[in-house]
């Protein structure tokens, strides 16, 4: 059995939404990383507002249901009403939402009267948004069965300890196979009096539930602590492990008190050969920018509000969605969407990349009164290939080479990658490479395209 | 150990260059979100409310390296999105040094008033202690130490007091947990708690006067930042645990009355006693 905590080894298989491209100001939307590029990426929402605490555990375990097994420490102990079982497409739906873009636009004419430019829409609207009871004790461990309740396809037990060897034994000899270190992870967390949410899966529920898959645990509580623990995590962890965070606030943006919070490098120009790799490009630019940060940092890939975007990945979540999250200030049918009319949700993507070395204690989070929007987004500008015979034409060719030296010089400092394999691969757009001579001719090779 | 005998002798200048090479750091290369137009706002704040209030309130003037070292530590604790809650954090700042006073001092640190009154009263500030990278925090210590070290002026036993009770706290508490030692070494590594223990709890205007008094100020801001960053779960312990102490330093200045710190360069011969030894941050 295995002993995962935040869905450790768990990775959301997304579904790769075939976004469409929306239209939006800041150029056309034509791409995302979703969590799907990261292997072993683990899931969680957080919504968080005073005291209220609403955590939903993204779950894509894939081995035998039987030796599932979710161990999470909680301040607090739950009430069956506390505990409900969520829908993966949510999530899904935060990940498309809040993913890393590229957006494209392309070169006018430099040769061409300026009046196009007053065709510029109007900043386009983003798209509206449409029991049990336990008390049984075993006193010479010291474990105590505070509640267990069958909820869904899970069988939950909220267990409470005086020891942690105690609890090592009594989960070992109820079935559960603890990896060596985990008494001495579990160690801290008994002594701040912290309560441990333990949930396997009922093979029968499972079965009448018709889902092939797991379905994301959620917990509602009250708390002081706005934390996540992630130690437990690391005893049975083989590397490094990816976790994305979704903080959904009130207030505004949400960052680590205990760990450094920076913002992922963001609005570069980059060739547009990216189009085609952006499935390498945003991993090794966020690898990069992680070894940047010493390995110490969680990452911020997106801080927006939630009534709109630009350019939308996907359409900001409905408030029916917002409010099976957890996001419980929301009303269905509240406010008027679109035309970047806010609502009261600030929505955090946080990306850390966490081992036992770099990250020795669980992450703490505050919630700042920071409502300034940020998104990790990269542009693609394709140069404009058609005639020029005038003098502004001679003027962006040379402004043109240099750009893309520019954009160039950019790509391989994101991602460590070799300037010369970037050139090769810019092919025709390769700076330094003198436009073809027949320039003329390209007007033909282009007519039936 | 006698000042260096390169260092100036007024400890704020080498307060004034050491937070400002932090801050080039911070903006530069870690990247703070602090726009750079900000920290002259702040200072442009910070000396005109101190000129407006020496002439306002008739006092003898000071000079301005203490509004530009208030500035500095605004600059890199205060984070803000609204263009005018630095500037207003500033002006509170200074001209708390001017009115809020008692038995002739004033009584906040200013740069940790200016935090607390932005934080509380606008909806537009918040401070992230963590957004000081491991090797910068290190470099940080290492240079904060060398600088005690090689001038006497910028060794503070508050400083030391308030350190050491901290450190003893945070390590029982490692060690209670049975959390590894590596965690301790991480909490240590913030570099908010540099810019704290340095330039705002050893500011030897609003601290005690007599050494004891000083001693027993430091353990008991160490003591109440331990008990609401870890009972209430507060964050930015610190600054709000001196916000909170400050208004009971003449209380310990009456029990344990003593000389009153100057500058060097404010005009009295600096005392010659070893606890006299003015540390830093803003008068």
């Known amino acids: 059995m295995r002993f995962p905590l935040l869905a450790t080894g768990l990775m959301a298989a997304l579904v790769n939404l075939a976004a469409p491209a929306a239209e939006a100001f800041c150029g056309f939307y034509v791409g995302k990383a979703d969590t799907s590029l990261f292997n072993d990426a683990s899931q969680v929402v957080l919504v968080r507002d005073g005291e209220r605490t609403v955590v939903t555990m993204s779950n894509d375990y894939k081995g035998e249901l039987t030796d599932f097994a979710l161990v999470v420490p909680v301040p607090v102990v739950l009430k069956r009403e506390q505990i409900h079982v969520g829908e993966r497409r949510h999530i899904e739906r935060l990940d498309a939402y809040s993913a890393p873009r590229l957006v494209e636009y392309f070169d006018r004419d430099p040769c061409a009267p300026v009046q196009m430019e007053k065709r510029m829409s109007a900043m386009g609207a983003a798209p509206g948004a449409k029991g049990g009871g336990g008390g049984s004790m075993d006193k010479s461990l010291g474990v105590t069965v505070e509640a267990q309740y069958t909820v869904g396809e899970y069988d939950i037990l909220i267990l409470s300890a005086t020891e942690s060897e105690g609890l090592e034994t009594w989960l070992r000899e109820s079935g559960y196979k603890i990896p060596p270190k985990a008494s001495k992870a579990l160690a801290p967390y008994i002594k701040q009096d912290m309560k441990f949410f333990v949930a396997k899966v009922n093979l029968k529920e499972q079965k009448a539930t018709g889902f092939s898959y797991l379905r994301p645990l959620q917990m509602a509580y009250e708390s002081k602590k706005f934390m996540l623990p992630i130690r437990l995590g690391m005893a049975n962890a083989r590397g490094p492990q990816d976790l994305v965070i979704y903080a959904l606030t009130r207030q505004g943006r949400v960052e680590s008190s205990n760990y450094r919070t920076v913002k992922v490098p963001s609005d570069m120009d980059v060739p547009v050969y990216v189009k085609e790799e952006f499935n390498q490009f945003y991993p090794a630019l966020f690898s990069k920018a992680h070894e940047k940060a010493e390995k110490r940092a969680l990452l911020t890939e997106y801080v927006w509000d939630m009534g709109w975007c630009d350019p939308c990945a996907a359409d900001p979540l409905s408030?029916?969605?917002?409010?099976?999250?957890?996001?419980?200030?929301?009303?269905?049918?509240?406010?008027?969407?679109?035309?970047?009319?806010?609502?009261?949700?600030?929505?955090?993507?946080?990306?850390?990349?966490?081992?036992?070395?770099?990250?020795?204690?669980?992450?703490?989070?505050?919630?700042?009164?920071?409502?300034?929007?940020?998104?990790?987004?990269?542009?693609?500008?394709?140069?404009?290939?058609?005639?020029?015979?005038?003098?502004?034409?001679?003027?962006?060719?040379?402004?043109?080479?240099?750009?893309?030296?520019?954009?160039?010089?950019?790509?391989?400092?994101?991602?460590?990658?070799?300037?010369?394999?970037?050139?090769?691969?810019?092919?025709?757009?390769?700076?330094?490479?003198?436009?073809?001579?027949?320039?003329?001719?390209?007007?033909y090779q282009k007519l039936w395209k | 150990m006698p000042p260096a005998t390169w260092l100036p002798r007024d400890p704020r200048l080498l307060q004034i260059a050491f937070l400002s090479t932090f801050l080039m750091l911070g903006v530069g290369w870690l990247g703070f979100d602090v726009p750079p137009w900000q920290p002259p706002l702040i200072a442009l704040t910070a000396c005109a409310t101190q000129w407006a209030m020496t002439r306002w309130m008739r006092t003898p003037p000071a000079g301005y390296l203490s509004p530009i070292i208030t500035s500095l530590g605004l600059s890199l604790l205060l984070r803000t999105d609204a263009f005018w809650v630095g500037p207003f954090a500033a002006a509170v700042a200074i001209s708390s040094k001017f009115l809020l006073r008692a038995r002739g001092k004033h009584l906040f640190n200013p740069t940790n008033l200016g935090l607390v009154v932005a934080m509380l009263l606008t909806q537009h500030a918040w401070c992230s202690p963590s957004q000081w990278g491991h090797g910068a925090a290190q470099w940080g210590w290492f240079a904060a130490f060398g600088l005690a070290v090689a001038h006497r002026s910028f060794r503070s036993d508050v400083s030391l007091a308030f350190l050491g009770a901290w450190v003893l706290l945070k390590a029982a508490r490692?060690?209670?947990?049975?959390?590894?030692?590596?965690?301790?070494?991480?909490?240590?590594?913030?570099?908010?708690?540099?810019?704290?223990?340095?330039?705002?709890?050893?500011?030897?205007?609003?601290?005690?006067?007599?050494?004891?008094?000083?001693?027993?100020?430091?353990?008991?801001?160490?003591?109440?930042?331990?008990?609401?960053?870890?009972?209430?779960?507060?964050?930015?312990?610190?600054?709000?645990?001196?916000?909170?102490?400050?208004?009971?330093?003449?209380?310990?200045?009456?029990?344990?009355?003593?000389?009153?710190?100057?500058?060097?360069?404010?005009?009295?011969?600096?005392?010659?006693?070893?606890?006299?030894?003015?540390?830093?941050?803003?008068?």
């Open chain 1, 319 to 443: 408030n029916e969605e917002l409010r099976a999250l957890g996001v419980y200030w929301v009303n269905e049918g509240d406010g008027v969407r679109g035309a970047m009319g806010g609502v009261p949700v600030t929505l955090t993507r946080l990306h850390a990349r966490y081992d036992g070395e770099h990250f020795p204690e669980d992450l703490v989070f505050q919630v700042t009164n920071d409502k300034q929007n940020f998104q990790a987004r990269y542009v693609l500008r394709h140069a404009f290939k058609g005639e020029m015979k005038c003098d502004e034409g001679k003027e962006y060719l040379l402004q043109l080479d240099k750009r893309h030296r520019k954009e160039a010089e950019t790509l391989a400092e994101l991602t460590g990658w070799s300037l010369g394999t970037i050139t090769k691969k810019m092919g025709a757009d390769a700076p330094g490479k003198k436009p073809a001579k027949d320039q003329e001719g390209s007007w």
């Open chain 2, 174 to 283: 490692v060690f209670y947990l049975g959390a590894p030692w590596t965690s301790l070494q991480h909490q240590l590594s913030a570099g908010g708690l540099i810019l704290f223990t340095f330039f705002m709890i050893s500011d030897p205007k609003t601290t005690p006067d007599h050494r004891a008094g000083r001693v027993l100020f430091a353990v008991a801001v160490a003591g109440l930042a331990f008990f609401l960053l870890h009972g209430l779960w507060w964050q930015n312990a610190l600054v709000w645990s001196l916000a909170l102490l400050s208004p009971f330093t003449p209380l310990i200045d009456r029990l344990l009355p003593a000389n009153r710190f100057q500058w060097p360069s404010g005009g009295a011969s600096p005392r010659t006693d070893a606890c006299a030894s003015p540390s830093s941050q803003p008068a």
